[in-house]
């Protein structure tokens, strides 16, 4: 099964969406959640929905065992947060005492998001970029996943990438780390395009 990212999700009573990013355990490669944003949900248009709710995948298409009732109840993925603003400006030293350039403002905050990933986990999400040891070589379009276990085999690039129209499937012991918004790999350009090509399974 591939877990498409930027898919149209349905819940067992209608559309609930688009799935946005998809959470890996790093330790045995599973995907544990994906999450889900749908603007018709109340308070908060994302949900983190557990891996044991998906029923099955067509496509470009995530299918849910549950309602969408029943995902309004999960928790959101992203969430609001409140940092205090940094003052502008600096200060100087004159003998032993600083002398400050501006006045702190204790009430100014700024709202930023956050995604909640479960502690330990990595979250992936569609476009993110694929980078060789020797340069970039694509986006991130899919997760293949082993049928039995659950567990992440591969990363699919299928358009975007040096190799033209083919999809190009990396093994995912070839992954070096995850950082930001980057998969980087142990392979260099050259090796990534040698890869035999792998039969991708859609849904």
């Not at 070839?174 to 859609?202: C, E, F, H, N, W």
């Amino acid at each position: 099964m591939n877990i498409p990212i930027k898919a149209k999700v349905e819940c067992t009573d209608g559309a609930c969406g688009r799935s946005t990013n998809v959470v890996v355990n790093p330790v045995n490669r599973a995907v544990t959640h994906v999450a889900i944003e749908d603007k018709s949900l109340p308070d908060n248009p994302t949900r983190l929905v557990p891996m044991a709710n998906v029923a099955g995948v067509d496509g470009d298409r995530i299918r849910l065992n549950c309602t969408k009732a029943d995902v309004a109840k999960l928790g959101p993925f992203v969430v609001a947060d409140f940092i205090q603003q940094s003052p502008s400006g600096g200060a100087y030293s004159s003998g032993d005492g600083y002398y400050a350039q501006y006045v702190v403002d204790d009430t100014a905050y700024d709202e930023v998001e956050v995604q909640e990933i479960p502690e330990g986990e990595l979250g992936l999400y569609g476009g993110m970029r694929v980078e060789a040891s020797d340069g970039r070589v694509g986006k991130l379009d899919e997760l293949v996943l082993d049928a039995k276990s659950g567990a992440t085999t591969g990363l699919v690039m299928r358009k975007g990438h040096l190799w033209g129209t083919r999809d190009v499937t990396v093994p995912v012991d070839q992954i070096d780390l995850v950082g930001g918004d980057t998969v980087y790999l142990k392979l260099d350009r050259s090796a990534v395009g040698a890869l035999p090509a792998m039969k991708v399974r859609r849904g």
